[in-house]
Structures are given as structure tokens and as C-alpha cells.
């Protein structure tokens, strides 16, 4: 059965980033009610943190050498997410900007899946390799600020150029980016912006 895998990655249950998904997804049923949607929430899945075994398998793999017993055992679980993660025919990611950037969450979960070997690899002559086949992929990023026309009160936007570019490390270049914005502040513009995003994310659920 084809699969969209849905990474939702904010904590709040009053979540804009969320609700967009929420709009793109009912969209995505009605135009495509035989595929399944595995969701991946971020903050509920097991994740092992970055460090004692995990970390060392990396660098292993990087040296080539051997991998001890625990190594093997921890980065099964890096082969387990990504596999996930490689089986989707279509993928969402809906997140908060946090600081400039990512929840932390979410780039735990980068920080595992992209292994050597696993989703990208190292030729000498070439540099670095993708490993995974592209993809249609939609991120929704939810912030406080208005990215869209530019009134983000002196805060940039590190999330869109970041997963633009670890995604494409990995192979998925074929990348849309809806930003809901902003999402606080006084309450008409956070409608309007509401409004109009919602209004994109069912238009593109049609097609996608
Ligand atoms: C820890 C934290 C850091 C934030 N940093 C930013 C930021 O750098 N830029 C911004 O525009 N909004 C920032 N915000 C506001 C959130 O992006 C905004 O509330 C957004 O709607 C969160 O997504 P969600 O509604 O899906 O949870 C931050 C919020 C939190 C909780």
C-alpha cells in the first residue's frame, strides 16, 4: 500500500504547524483515500539519545572498522527509523521554528538517520553521495514571525534553509515549503495568515 509518512514535530496541542497538517492531510485522504499514513510523532518516539554507542558507530562506519556488539545494536535503531523513513512514497513534516531553528527533537532524529551507508556515502573522487531515492515532500513551518512578507521583527529563518539542505544531503530535493506566519502577536494577522495558508494547503492536497 503507498505510504505518506507524516513527521509531526510540535509538542503543543493548540499547534499552528499541526493544524496546517491537519488541513493538508484531510485534503490528501479525500484525493487519495487508498494510502496509508504513518504518523512519526517526535516527541513520542523512541529515540536513543546521541551519544555511548550510537555516536561511536558512526565514527566506525566512517573508518570502516567493525562494529562492536552494542554498536550493532544501537545503530539498528538508526536503521529502523530510517527504513521508516525510506519506505514513504510522499512525506510531510510539520514543525515549529524554534530559536531560528528546529526543535530539538527533530534534529535528534536528523542526527540519527543520517549515517554513513544508511542515507548518504563517501566517494573519494565525488564527495557526498545521497542514498535514498527523492521523493514529493511538503515541510510546514510554523513561526511567530511572517516569513512570507518579510516582517519578522529581526529574526531569521535558519529552518528552511537547513532542511532544504539535509534533506538533500540524503536525496530528497523535491522539497515545497508552506510557512504559516505569524503565529503570535495581534490577532488579525494571525488569522489572515491562518486563512491564507490553510486556504494553500488544501489547494496542494489535491495534486500532490
Ligand atoms: C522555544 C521557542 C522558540 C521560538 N523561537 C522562534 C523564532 O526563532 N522565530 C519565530 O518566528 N518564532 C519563534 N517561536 C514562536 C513559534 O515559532 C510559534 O509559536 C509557532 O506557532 C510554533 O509552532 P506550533 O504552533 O506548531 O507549536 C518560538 C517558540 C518557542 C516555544
Request: charged share 25%.
Amino acid at each position: 500500500m503507498a505510504k505518506l509518512l507524516h513527521l509531526t514535530c510540535s509538542p503543543r496541542t493548540e499547534s499552528e504547524s499541526s493544524a496546517g497538517a491537519r488541513v493538508f492531510l484531510d485534503g490528501f485522504s479525500q484525493a487519495r483515500p487508498d494510502w496509508d499514513i504513518d504518523v512519526v510523532d517526535i516527541w513520542r518516539e523512541r529515540m536513543p539519545e546521541f551519544t555511548g554507542p550510537i555516536i561511536e558507530a558512526k565514527y566506525a562506519r566512517l573508518k570502516a572498522e567493525t562494529f562492536t556488539e552494542a554498536q550493532r545494536d544501537s545503530f539498528a535503531e538508526a536503521e529502523r527509523m530510517a527504513l521508516r523513513f525510506s519506505l514513504a512514497d510522499r512525506v510531510l513534516i510539520s514543525t515549529p521554528m524554534w530559536n531560528f531553528g528546529l526543535p530539538y527533537k527533530l534534529k535528534q532524529w536528523f542526527d540519527i538517520i543520517v549515517q554513513p551507508g544508511l542515507t548518504f556515502r563517501f566517494d573519494p573522487s565525488q564527495g557526498y553521495l545521497p542514498l535514498l531515492q527523492d521523493r514529493p515532500t511538503l515541510v510546514i513551518i510554523a513561526s511567530g514571525s511572517d516569513f512570507a512578507t518579510g516582517m519578522n521583527r529581526g529574526r531569521i529563518d535558519m529552518a528552511t534553509p537547513y532542511l532544504r539542505e539535509i534533506l538533500r544531503f540524503i536525496g530528497i530535493s523535491n522539497v515545497r515549503f508552506v510557512l504559516i506566519g505569524p503565529t503570535t502577536g495581534p490577532q488579525q494577522p494571525i488569522d489572515a495568515a491562518r486563512e491564507r495558508t490553510h486556504r494553500r494547503l488544501a489547494a496542494m492536497a489535491a495534486t500532490f
